[in-house]
């Protein structure tokens, strides 16, 4: 048996519902032991964002102007950077993955997916600890960037394992949606779709780790190691990203203008991009410019192609409907949020030349578009996984103090970029020869400092609303 919040509705009123909202996207949420599952994904990727938090505030002082004479900051921006990186993006959206696919999917194999979750926790404890055990060289790769040690390079590796073990559940788990279907198909279509995408990253991982000669020198090592998978990666967020989009714009009453068809046909229009990566390996050597270029061009093309059309009805659906309750405010926030921030940071892509720190603000838009939309849906299924609904200013506010955070963040990077400023430097190695770089840079941490504590928030709020409620006899989902 499943619930759908806001509870359901009588059986007439349900029909009225369909018929003046015929493209309503949202999923039901298992109450049986898939829902215990998927707590402790969230629990998983909550501790995720703390410890990424906390690294990041040594992240953004070694490289804000007036501050960073204070530490050593070359070791520490460079430490601080790999395991800020690897835990917000790589830990938080695997987890969010684990926590969807867990109740996407049937009761069954559910020993898998705890042991999935297992493997995982203890590859992230294993990360976060590296630095203060044996840190090793930082490796500033591109998708995964690592610290070139032994503890950090097996708390990957248990990671990785937990991740495979997750993904081969969903593999052989995968809900079957039919071919009459409504807009709870689709999402599951599109759940279904990221599972495949971050199995593809995985063989692509696989495949570099036993083709690569293990004598080349780190930094290239990693790079070519991490690229193809990394680019794979890309494809698995974006469909968790537009599932959540078409959710969140469904819970707060948008009337959206695609049909669950529709919807579908460009999930597997990205789902068929993801199979230009094992093209790419089976085509040209993993060091060529070829094999580069085909990456970056299947992301372009295949995830772009997607992204618009469905943020173009998520626009247009809350344009034409108004706030339904202030219990939707924080739902509509991050939503809005997410696909400005997105929308940004494709742009600045757009318009990258050389390398500088205009390309981390092309990725900080896109990333943080990605994490705006999962915080959103957090807050859309905290009831359906037994908590309460966010509510207040604090809950409201929490995804537009993050977002103009990390929009001041990634505004202070393009205008810095504009006059050369390197990424993956910090302090004295960046050189800042004018006032108005100084000045970008200063903006970039005033912004990373503001989106730092709207991070926090967000894990002060899901926190809070997880506080076990006062007893009424009655189930209060």
């Given at each position: 048996?499943?619930?759908l ?15 003046a ?15 215990t599952?998927?707590?402790g994904w969230l ?13 990041s505030i040594?992240?953004v ?14 070791e520490?921006?460079?430490v601080?950077?790999v395991?800020h ?7 938080w ?7 969807l696919w ?5 009761v ?19 990360m976060?600890?590296a630095?203060?055990i ?13 610290l070139?040690s032994?503890t ?14 997750l993904v ?5 788990a995968?809900?079957k949606i ?5 807009g709870s198909g ?10 495949v995408?971050?199995a ?9 780790y ?24 890309q494809f698995t967020?974006?469909?968790l990203?537009l599932?959540a989009w078409l ?6 009453g ?8 529709l919807?579908l046909?460009?999930f597997?229009l990205?789902?068929?991009s ?21 990456h ?5 093309v ?5 992204i618009l ?14 706030l ?5 405010a924080p ?44 915080m959103?849906l957090?807050y859309?299924l ?7 609904a ?9 995804p537009?103090?993050?977002?103009a955070g990390q ?8 205008w810095?970029?504009?006059y ?13 020869k ?9 903006l ?15 894990v002060?709020?899901?926190?809070g609303?997880m506080r076990?409620?006062?007893?009424t ?5």
């Open positions: 048996m499943s619930t919040w806001p509870p359901a509705i009588d059986p007439a009123s349900a029909r009225d519902h369909l018929a909202s015929p493209c309503h996207y949202a999923l039901p949420v298992p109450t049986d032991a898939r829902r599952l998927a707590r629990w998983l990727g909550l501790i995720a964002l703390i410890g990424s938090g906390l690294f040594l992240l002082l070694s490289r804000t102007p007036g501050l960073n004479g204070l530490f050593p900051v070359a520490f921006f460079r601080a950077l395991v990186v690897d835990l917000s993006v790589l830990v959206f695997i987890a969010l993955a684990g926590l867990s109740l996407n999917g049937p069954r194999g559910l020993f898998f997916g705890w042991l999935a979750l297992a493997l995982c926790a203890a590859g992230m404890v294993l976060s600890l630095p203060f044996d840190s090793g060289q930082a490796v500033m790769a591109n998708y995964i960037p690592m070139d032994a950090f390079t097996v708390g990957l590796l248990v990671f990785a394992a937990g991740a495979t073990v081969l559940r969903g593999l052989f995968a809900p039919g071919v009459a279907f409504d689709a999402l599951r279509f599109g759940l279904n779709a990221s599972v995408a971050t593809v990253a995985l063989l692509a991982f696989a495949w570099a036993a083709v690569l000669p293990t004598n080349l020198e780190a930094k290239v090592y990693y790079e070519i190691l991490y690229w193809g998978g990394g680019h794979a990666l967020w974006t469909l990203m599932v959710w969140l714009a469904s819970a707060c948008a009337k959206l203008p695609l049909s669950p068809r919807t046909g460009l597997a990205t789902l068929v993801v199979f230009v990566t094992p093209y790419a390996y089976l085509a040209h050597d993993l060091s060529s410019v070829e094999h580069r270029s085909l970056t061009w299947a992301m372009r295949g995830g772009g192609l997607a059309p469905i943020a173009l009805a998520v626009a247009l659906g809350l344009r034409q409907t108004t339904r309750s202030v219990e939707h739902l509509r926030n991050a939503l809005i949020a997410s696909m400005a921030l997105f929308a940004l940071g494709g742009l600045i892509g757009v318009f990258i030349a050389g390398s500088n720190v205009r390309i981390p603000a092309h990725y900080h838009g896109c990333i943080v578009g990605v994490t705006l939309a999962l959103g957090v859309r905290l009831p359906g996984l037994g908590y309460r966010p509510t207040g200013r604090l809950a409201t506010w929490q537009m103090l993050y977002g929009l001041m963040h990634i505004l202070g990077l393009v810095s970029g504009g050369g400023v390197q990424r993956k430097v910090a302090g004295a190695e960046q050189v800042l004018s006032g108005a770089e100084v000045a970008g840079m200063g970039m941490g005033l912004g990373g400092l503001i989106a730092i504590v709207g991070g926090l928030l967000f002060v709020v899901v926190i609303a076990p409620r006062p007893s006899g009655a189930d209060e989902r």
